[in-house]
């Protein structure tokens, strides 16, 4: 591959990894293994065990993961034909992965806030509004 054709499948692949990380640790859908796993990285005993069951509640984390799985399903390297190119390959997905993952998490953010604050306005528009008061002077 080129080295063109190598950043185009950096930044491509960089978006499955993201969208697996993002559902698995954010997502409805897995909320109940996630709370489990949440559970389980507080209450076990041992230090091992802690950590392999946080990695599910934490992007980040999980991200690395999901990366190793991507680079032994597609064999991607980056810069180099060997076993440094499964390395380079191996962070420069998780930095782009995250990097999505921030932005995605950054606009949902901002949607919410929209929501709240149009939420409140309606709120304001469909409560009624008090009839402003004349003063009205008294003669002398």
């Known amino acids: 591959m080129t080295l063109g054709e ?3 499948y950096l ?4 978006l ?3 969208s697996v990380a993002w559902t698995v640790t954010h997502e409805e859908v897995f909320r109940e293994p996630r709370e489990w796993c949440k559970n389980r990285s507080e209450s076990c005993r041992r230090l091992f065990e802690r950590k392999f069951f946080y990695l599910f509640t ?5 991200s690395h ?3 190793i799985a991507f680079l032994f399903i597609t064999r991607y390297k980056l810069l180099y034909e060997d076993w440094r190119g499964y390395l380079v390959a191996f962070f420069g997905l998780v930095w782009v992965a995250n990097f999505y993952i921030s ?3 950054r606009v949902r953010l901002e949607i919410k806030k929209e929501r709240v604050e149009i939420a ?3 709120k304001t528009i469909a409560e009624p509004q008090p009839e402003p008061q004349i003063e009205v002077p008294v003669g002398r």
């Open 6 to 8: 190598q950043i185009t």
């Open 11 to 14: 930044f491509i692949l960089g």
């Open 16 to 18: 499955p990894i993201a």
């Open 58 to 62: 934490c992007e980040y984390c999980f």
């Open 65 to 67: 993961y999901v990366t």
């Open 103 to 105: 932005i995605f998490a």
């Open 120 to 122: 409140v306005h309606e």
